[in-house]
């Protein structure tokens, strides 16, 4: 049987972080991955002479050169060179304000620049604002602290002791205790969709560390889609020595007694001290432990005992236009269509396709503007959905019509909002639901944000207890449905820095 040291399973963001990080560390790798290329959502695919971003609208933690994020910082160490393109906006967002005010709206990037266009929309906003992003920068160097392999928790408990006091609330309860105006927090609360969980349940804690990262740095994308990235992560993972094997699925994790020491795929059995899977823990713990082996309760009834509810299951229509964006008249980059900023009504209107009235519009050419052929424009349309039901129950013979349908709606809702027309320069048109993504991941329900982080089970939560989702030696989940949850940089991390401690337990260390 071969042996490795390591092997990981799932060449996503998380997998391709973490068959870096036990390369650059001296262990002899192996990445299997069940397609044929590398990446999981960050990949590309072409209709026609369009080459489309499948999921990437724009990836927080990046920052500037002089001034890195996390993202920069970790690809800088693995040596992955990316070239990227900053977004100038963080938003533009089209709804009613809860007062019954029709909301139009653009924010900028830059924590400055946010606060003074904030006052600009919500005169007297701007001592509220200022005291909200002095917090946010304090949950951004908790979450550094934390970034450490052996942080000190005594230390955590008492040099942020205010961070873990009002992280845990939800968003909507801090900025109400902050006294932020009810106009001021139906803008802020643009970003909840990018975590999946109304403002109601999501922690502050959460909700802060994501908006810290794309207000204050801003947002970037690559040149070349999150294709490029992917890619630029294999070459480099290969230039370390790591080995990959593409087309192959693992079926089955492979145990001595209660340590996992390999994994069983379709080309044959694989051996290494320690596994690594970029896979939804219900589909580890419910599928691909073998039977003589006991599973604690807590896993074996992962979203049922522990009341886990995946996170949002994707509905996008890519759309390649033979007009270029000037011609089209568009502007932004990003424009999200809300039917009301009341997350928690939307968060209900996302588990049904009919009631679904929300999209993110998305023109690639207004931050890359090479990114399609000469003439034209490829934009996207993204809307979640909170509960998979309806898409369970659509017959087969009827699944076409209805994500048509769905698409249609979301194409005509813009067009009527923004005065833009799109239809009739509509070259190519593909729509993905989220039983795409589910086929294409290996996801259950289509989720690509994992399970949901809402109150109890919050990324503050999971950051603090994280080593007892571990209950095997030899076996660790990364990706999304792990700590972080849900988004590139998150994944990304997960991988590096699940990796770092299974290196350090491999050479005898505790973790
Ligand atoms: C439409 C859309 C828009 C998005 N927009 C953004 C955005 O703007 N910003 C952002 O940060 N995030 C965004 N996301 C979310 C982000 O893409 C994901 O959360 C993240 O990429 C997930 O990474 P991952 O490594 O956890 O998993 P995945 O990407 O799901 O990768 C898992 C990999 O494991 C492989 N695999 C699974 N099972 C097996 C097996 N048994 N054997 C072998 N291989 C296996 C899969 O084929 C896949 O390659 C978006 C996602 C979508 C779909």
């Known amino acids: 049987m071969i042996k490795y040291d390591a092997v990981v399973v799932g060449a996503g963001n998380a997998g391709l972080a973490a068959a870096l990080e036990f390369a650059q560390s001296g262990k002899k790798t192996l990445l299997i991955e069940q397609h044929n290329l590398p990446g999981g959502c960050a990949t590309s695919f072409c209709r026609g002479r369009f080459e489309f971003e499948p999921s990437l609208h724009e990836l927080c933690g990046v920052g500037p050169e ?157 040149t070349h889609t999150s294709h490029e990235i992917s890619n630029t992560m294999i070459e480099r993972f290969r230039e370390l020595g790591g080995e990959v094997w593409y087309n192959c699925r693992a079926e089955e994790f492979l145990f001595e007694g209660k340590k996992c020491v390999g994994v069983r795929t379709a080309y044959g059995e694989i051996k290494a001290d320690y596994v690594l899977a970029n896979i939804n823990q219900d589909i580890i713990y419910g599928k691909m432990i073998p039977k003589t082996v006991p599973i604690p309760e807590r896993e074996l009834k992962l979203s049922a005992a522990r009341n886990r509810d995946f996170g949002a299951r994707m509905f996008t229509v890519y759309l390649g236009l033979n007009k270029t964006a000037e011609e089209l008249g568009i502007k932004d980059y990003s424009i999200f269509l809300e039917e009301t900023m009341d997350s928690v009504k939307d968060y209900e209107n996302l588990k049904k396709i009919d009631t679904n009235n929300y999209s993110i519009f998305l023109c690639y050419n207004v931050a890359n503007p090479g990114i399609s052929p000469e003439g034209t424009a490829m934009c996207s349309f993204t809307t979640m959905f909170t509960a998979a039901d309806d898409w369970n129950n659509i017959p087969q013979e009827d699944y076409v019509k209805v994500k048509n349908k769905l698409a249609k709606k979301i194409i005509d809702n813009f067009e009527e909002k923004t005065g833009i027309v799109l239809t009739p320069y509509i070259e190519e048109i593909s729509v993905a639901t989220p039983w795409t993504f589910a086929r294409y991941l290996n996801v259950p329900e289509g989720s690509v944000y994992g399970y949901i982080t809402n109150d109890w089970d919050s990324i503050l939560a999971r950051i603090l207890t994280g080593e007892k989702d571990y209950p095997f030696k030899g076996l660790k989940h990364i990706g999304t449905s792990g700590e972080r949850g849900d988004g590139y940089s998150s994944a990304y991390y997960s991988g590096k820095f699940t990796a770092i401690a299974a290196v350090k337990e491999m050479n005898g260390g505790n973790n």
Request: charged content about 25%.
């Open 66 to 222: 002089e001034n890195p994020g996390t993202v920069r910082t970790i690809m800088d160490d693995f040596g992955v060179k990316v070239e990227w393109k900053k977004v100038d906006d963080c938003f533009r967002v089209i709804s009613t304000f809860s007062d019954g005010t029709p909301m139009d709206v653009t924010m900028p990037s830059g924590a400055d620049e946010f606060i003074d266009k904030m006052e600009f929309y919500v005169p007297g906003s701007r001592s509220k604002m200022v005291e909200l992003f002095d917090f946010l920068d304090q949950i951004e160097e908790f979450v550094n602290f934390t970034a450490e392999p052996d942080y000190d928790k005594k230390e955590l408990m008492a040099k942020y002791a205010d961070v873990l006091h009002v992280g845990a609330y939800s968003t909507s309860k801090v900025l109400d205790a902050l006294g932020m105006p009810a106009k001021a927090k139906d803008i802020l609360s643009v970003y909840w969709s990018y975590l999946g969980v109304d403002m109601d349940r999501l922690s502050f804690f959460h909700y802060a560390n994501m908006v810290h990262m794309y207000v204050k740095s801003g947002a970037y994308i690559p």
